[in-house]
């Protein structure tokens, strides 16, 4: 009831056909596909991006039996300086522009942090940060709506929207249905609130569960106030709410994972297929 995939450039760096034959031999469906991170001799420069480099790349894709489910263009969209934030927008509306080129309907990226390197920042939770994160934000789905496609925002405990509520404050205020979710049930968590996972969850489905186009798979290890981030099935999220959630509100969802490399994916990929079939080990597997 779902489609999994991976982001391409856990597989290399690679021209595109080779990439593509690579991830479509482990038996996956679709790809997270970040251009600079993951096409060998791509390094976008502003103006770069045409129709033929993304035909050319998607087609590639395409071939070997995969949807390009999201191109990954994470930009700051808050960063503190006007005129790299402004390059950033712009580069991010090129890949708005070329998007339906490569055959991909969504373009994401995660909201941000008043501190240029993506780190937190107190100011984050501040209501200044948050007003020129909507700004941002209107003029990228100002573009979205010019050329068909969906800017897809991503929630991180640490950015500008860290929480479900804030999640719908954001699609409220944007009032588009060109903006839509990225769903990452772990870039929510923290050692903080991990134990709170499951009303995290729920409370994300129930507040804009019609809005996700794309789920993140990892995991996460929560011990003695310390975190890290794992590849699905080694670690504490309880999969089992995850994909229950998954199968009765968003069947054949995009899932892509994360913190899989190429010889793991297929031990990722035969855990979300167990999950699946919503077997007894998976009515809690969260290890907490």
Same mark, same amino acid.
């Given at each position: 009831m779902m489609r999994i995939g991976v982001r391409a450039h856990d597989f290399g760096k690679l021209p595109a056909e080779e990439l593509a034959a690579r991830i479509s031999a482990r038996g996956l469906s679709c790809v997270q596909l970040a251009l600079s991170k993951a096409i060998a001799g791509i390094d976008l420069k502003p103006g770069e991006l045409n129709p033929g480099m993304a035909f050319h790349i998607g087609q590639a894709f395409h071939r070997h039996g995969l949807q390009i489910a999201?191109?990954?263009? +994470?930009? =700051?969209?808050? #960063?503190?300086?006007?005129?790299?934030?402004?390059?950033?927008?712009?580069?991010? %509306?090129? #890949?708005?522009? +070329?998007?339906?080129?490569?055959?991909c309907g969504v373009v994401a990226l995660e909201t941000g942090s008043v501190s240029a390197d993506y780190s937190y920042h107190p100011d984050n939770r501040g209501e200044p940060a948050f007003q020129m994160f909507l700004s941002s934000i209107a003029r990228l789905v100002q573009e979205a709506e010019s050329?068909?496609?969906?800017?897809?925002?991503?929630?991180?405990?640490? #950015? &500008?929207?860290?929480?479900?509520? !804030?999640?719908?404050k954001v699609l409220d205020a944007?009032? !588009?249905n060109h903006l839509q979710v990225v769903f990452d049930p772990v870039n929510l968590l923290s050692a903080d609130n991990c134990r709170d996972q499951d009303r995290i969850m729920k409370e994300a489905f129930d507040l804009y569960g019609d809005r996700?186009?794309? &789920? #993140?798979? %990892?995991?996460?290890?929560?011990? %003695?106030?310390?975190w890290k981030t794992v590849r699905a099935g080694?670690? !504490?999220? =309880?999969?089992?709410?995850?994909?229950?959630?998954?199968?009765?509100? %968003?069947? +054949? &969802? =995009?899932m892509l994972?994360?913190?899989?490399?190429?010889?793991?994916?297929?031990?990722c990929l035969r855990f979300l297929q167990i999950g699946?079939?919503?077997? !007894?080990?998976?009515?809690?597997?969260?290890r907490f």
């Open positions: 999201v191109l990954g263009c +994470y930009i =700051n969209p808050i #960063h503190p300086d006007p005129e790299i934030r402004r390059a950033l927008l712009d580069l991010f %509306k090129e #890949h708005l522009r +070329y998007a339906r080129d490569f055959g050329f068909g496609v969906i800017v897809g925002i991503e929630g991180v405990t640490n #950015h &500008v929207v860290p929480t479900p509520a !804030s999640m719908r944007i009032g !588009s996700i186009v794309a &789920v #993140h798979a %990892k995991d996460f290890i929560a011990e %003695k106030g310390e080694r670690g !504490s999220l =309880n999969y089992g709410l995850l994909l229950g959630l998954i199968r009765q509100r %968003k069947p +054949y &969802v =995009n994972l994360e913190e899989a490399a190429e010889d793991t994916v297929e031990e699946q079939l919503g077997g !007894s080990e998976f009515q809690r597997c969260g």
